[in-house]
């Protein structure tokens, strides 16, 4: 009803404040698609605020990510999901948030989890020889298989849960990284979840082709996977 009647005025901008937040998941999937509907017949600006991820990349055609009262980043959808500028837009978008742990570079490599993933050179970390860095793999994009590792940029995992969403399955793992303080400090991510120091938690979204069983193995090809590079102290995307 306010919609309609702001409409009726005709005006150059609209500012909604999380319209949507007090609706149930079924109504509020409707109503988005309605105004994703809207928002293409009118020629007006819409400024949406809201704290829901899906929400933004659903209806927007720009994203402004906002964290501690700053803009930390303008962009499409395409570029806050695959070009993040900083970790804490990295881990915001995506269900399951992107995969993140703690990476040292020895000898002009880069070790992690015990792995060697690629040469200083390769990846583009020169300047950060004899450092660490904080290193993002998305669930969807970990590269693996159900046999025995065949190389030694591979690792073995043994999965200590899972669940399943239908379509797909989230499958859960320890890797031997250590946790990242910035997600602590963005997301209150505190040793309730995570009271190792030596071990963090990873996530693989897999399509429910085949059951695996809790125990089991799984090897990651850490190398071939898809990596996002930060900067431990400040987030900044390398």
């Known amino acids: 009803v306010a919609l309609g009647r702001a409409m009726m005025k005709e005006p150059q901008i609209y500012l909604m404040d999380e319209p949507l937040s007090s609706l149930d998941a079924q109504l509020k999937d409707n109503l988005s698609r309605e105004l994703a509907n809207i928002h293409k017949s009118i020629p007006s600006t819409i400024v949406y605020v809201t704290h829901d991820q899906n929400e933004a990349m659903m209806l927007a055609s720009r994203i402004g990510v906002m964290h501690d009262g700053r803009i930390t980043q303008i962009g499409s959808v395409d570029d806050v999901f695959n070009d993040p500028q900083n970790l804490f837009v990295a881990t915001f978008f995506g269900t399951p948030k992107m995969n993140i742990g703690t990476a040292s570079i020895r000898k002009g490599f880069v070790y992690f989890a015990g792995t060697n993933i690629g040469s200083l050179k390769h990846l583009g970390l020169e300047a950060y020889r004899g450092r660490q860095i904080l290193i993002g793999m998305r669930p969807n994009q970990l590269i693996f298989h159900s046999g025995k590792k065949r190389n030694t940029n591979q690792i073995e995992v043994f999965l200590k849960n899972q669940i399943n969403l239908g379509n797909n399955s989230l499958l859960f793992f320890d890797l031997k990284t250590k946790p990242s303080k910035l997600l602590e400090k963005y997301f209150g ?13 990873f996530v693989l979204a897999v399509a429910n082709s085949k059951p695996f069983k809790l125990g089991s193995k799984v090897t990651l090809d850490l ?16």
Do not use: Q, V
């Not at 991510?189 to 938690?201: G, K, P, Q, Y």
């Open 223 to 238: 190398k071939a996977t898809p990596k996002f590079f930060f900067d431990i102290k400040t987030g900044l995307r390398i």
């Open 189 to 201: 991510i505190d040793d309730i979840f995570n009271r190792s120091t030596e071990f963090t938690e």
